[in-house]
Structure formats: C-alpha cells, structure tokens
C-alpha cells in the first residue's frame, strides 16, 4: 500500500466500525481500572487468577530487580540467561511433568518458533481454523504446507489428513482453550490422530495454564496427556500467571533443537530475570491458590445461570472467558459503549479477530471478581438496547 493511500484505508475501517483505539489505564491490573479519572470495572483481562498485582510477585520482582538490575542484557545463548531464568525453566518443566521447558519473550515468539523451528518447506501443519494468530503466522512463516480443519472438527481433519506423503513431517496445531470463544479442544482425540499419523502434536495452552487441571498445569494436565502425547506444549505467563512471557516444554531432544533452530528465541533479549522471578512466585501462588481456581469455577457458574435466566445466548464454554456474540460490528461497539456509560469495562471483538457477522462482546471473569460484580455486569446486560 503506498503512503498516500493510508489515510483513505483509515477512514474506511471507521466506516466499517473496525477501527482500533487504545484506552490508557492509570492503574495497576486489577477488578477495578483508572481510566481517563473513571472507576471501571474489569472484565476483559486474562489476569484470570488476579495474581499480576499481588504482592508477593511484586517484592519478587523488586529484590530480582535490586540484585540483576532491569535488563537482561543480550539474547539467552549470548550473555541473558540468568539463574532466575533458569529456575523457572526447570519449575515450568517439573509443574508440567515435561523434561524440560524453554522460555520465550512472548507467547506470539514461542509459537513462530517453534512451529517455524520445527517445520519447513515440504512439511505439512494442520491448524484449527479458530486458532490463535500466533499460531496460523508461525504455520504460514514455516514454509510447509499449511492446511486449516473445521473449528473442533476431528473428522474434518482426518479428512484434510487424507492424502499426506509418509515422506512428509507432518504437526498438528490447536489452542487448548479458544481465546475469542472460550472452548476447549478436544485434546485427546487430537493426541489419538496425531499417534496414528505419526505427527507432531503442538497445543497452546495460553488459556487453560494455571486455571484448568487439578494443580493448575492445564487442559493438558484435566486430559491427562503424556510428553508423549503431547510433545510440544506451549503455556503462556501474561494470563493466569499474571507477569510476561512464554515457554515450551516437551522431550529434551526437543528442547535442545528449539534452542538450535527456534529464530525468535535466538534472535531477541531474554526477559528481564525480575520478570522470571515474579513469574516463580507466582508458580508458587498457582500451585498453593486452589482457592482462586475454584472461585472463578464459581463465578463463572453464577454468571451462566444469570445469563441464562436473562435469555442471553452464551456460547459452549467452561472457561473464565463468556462471549456473546452480536453479529455486527456496529452493534458490539454498541454493545460496549453502553457498558462502559454503566462503568463496565468488556471488550468489544470485531473481525478480522473473529469471523465476519460474529462480533461479539468478550467477558472475562477473575478469581479477584465477587459476586456482586457478576450481578451487576448481569444488570448492565439486562437493560442494555437490544
Ligand atoms: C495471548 C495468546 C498468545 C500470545 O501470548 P503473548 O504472550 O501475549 O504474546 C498466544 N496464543 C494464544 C492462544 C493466546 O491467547
């Protein structure tokens, strides 16, 4: 697109209602939000156990910070790999019953690396059609075959299987818990294709790790699935576990070709080592807080009941993440301004994020959350102009 052509694509995604714009929090993450000197209240963060102002991750990062300073300095295989990166590394391997775990700078550089890593021209991966960007970039960035299934549709991927060379590598690639929809993968039956076709299974857990399982590690963990199974497992830190970052964990084998091969992982600055050390007292919450799992099991159930009794159309999910879907752009920029006017801060989900007539407004739910904030949000959905 040349320069001078910018301003008019502007001014039609105004038109369409899909233009972008940031709001500016004076706040720390929390239920409440300072925005522009108003009280909002929150739900649409993925601080989904409420952990990314609690105090003990903060004293962790204040001593780190004291101790290694602020930046990492240089890239992990040069001069960045602390001690503190390396204790997580190897608490993130144990947590999730893997050998070992390698950390990323981001979620969205873990999943290019790895699938780009791993995968090149001549390889095929197969993606959920509903996956996460990150995910359908790393497939397309990789050069190998990039084939898209039916959201949730085994049978449609076993027909897209049909076909494959034996010469060929071949990855199959879902999100656990779907970020814009809030359901799961059905990750077992996944695991049982990706056996009988000898295929890489790649799963990014960036919603379920630290809320779903019996200790926090995951839909992985709630299924049961094995390194084995499951070889690469992506979980990310700037959610639940409320600080910043990524890793991967999986077979040693595997994390020492990542190390190798992974382009976003070589080529960039290892976290600051206070985020690593915020990030292990925040394992630390995950692992003892059973509580914060079950109150947001809780309130999520007094939501859907709510929501039910309201006639509102909720979607098949589990998970701290609630949309409803509107349909058009205009209606869910609608939808959110009202919310807003009531002090209620949801996030309005327009295409290309969601498909074209699937707006919708995006409610996320934290362990932080009381009762009365889902009453009142339910309110707020009650009166809102149809
Ligand atoms: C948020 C998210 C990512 C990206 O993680 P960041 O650490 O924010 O870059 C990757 N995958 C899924 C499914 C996500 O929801």
Not at 49 to 61: D, K, N, R
Not at 73 to 82: D, E, I, M, P
Not at 160 to 186: H, L, N, P, R, W
Not at 195 to 205: G, H, I, K
């Amino acid at each position: 697109m040349k320069p001078t052509d910018l301003p008019t694509k502007l001014e039609s995604l105004k038109q369409a209602k899909l233009y972008r714009r940031r709001k500016t929090t004076d706040s720390a993450q929390g239920i409440y939000l300072q925005v522009a000197g108003q009280k909002l209240l929150n739900f649409c963060s993925n601080d989904y156990l409420g952990l990314a102002s609690h105090p003990e991750l903060v004293t962790a990062f204040k001593q780190a910070a004291d101790q290694y300073g602020v930046g990492s300095g240089a890239a992990h295989l040069v001069c960045g790999h602390s001690r503190e990166h390396q204790a997580l590394e190897e608490e993130l391997a144990d947590f999730t019953g893997r050998d070992r775990a390698l950390l990323f700078s981001t979620g969205y550089m873990a999943n290019l690396g790895v699938i780009a890593g791993l995968m090149n021209k001549g390889d095929v991966v197969y993606e959920d059609k509903l996956n996460h960007a990150s995910l359908l970039d790393g497939g397309l960035l990789s050069g190998a075959k990039f084939k898209r299934y039916l959201h949730n549709d085994l049978g449609n991927l076993q027909i897209k299987m049909q076909g494959q060379g034996a010469e060929q590598q071949a990855m199959i690639i879902t999100d656990a818990v779907f970020s814009m929809d809030g359901d799961c993968a059905d990750l077992t039956g996944l695991a049982d294709i990706a056996e009988q076709s000898d295929s890489y299974l790649m799963v990014d857990d960036a919603h379920g790790f630290g809320v779903l399982g019996k200790t926090g590690a995951g839909l992985v963990e709630q299924c049961q699935l094995s390194q084995q199974q499951v070889p690469l497992l992506v979980g990310t830190l700037g959610k639940a576990f409320g600080t910043s970052g990524a890793f991967v964990a999986g077979s040693e084998v595997m994390i020492e070709s990542l190390i190798q091969t992974a382009r976003t992982y070589i080529y960039t600055t290892a976290l600051p080592p206070a985020i690593a050390a915020a990030t292990r007292a925040s394992l630390q919450r995950v692992i003892h807080d059973q509580w914060r799992r079950e109150k947001l099991q809780s309130l999520i159930a007094r939501f859907q009941t709510g929501a039910k009794q309201l006639d509102l159309s909720l979607m098949p999910s589990q998970s701290a993440i609630q949309p409803i879907v509107l349909g058009s752009s205009e209606k869910a920029i609608q939808a959110s301004d009202y919310l807003l006017q009531q002090g209620l801060w949801v996030g309005a989900i327009r295409p290309p994020t969601v498909p074209q007539g699937s707006a919708r407004l995006r409610i996320t739910f934290s362990a932080l959350h009381e009762e009365q904030h889902i009453d009142q949000l339910l309110t707020a959905l009650e009166t809102m102009p149809q």
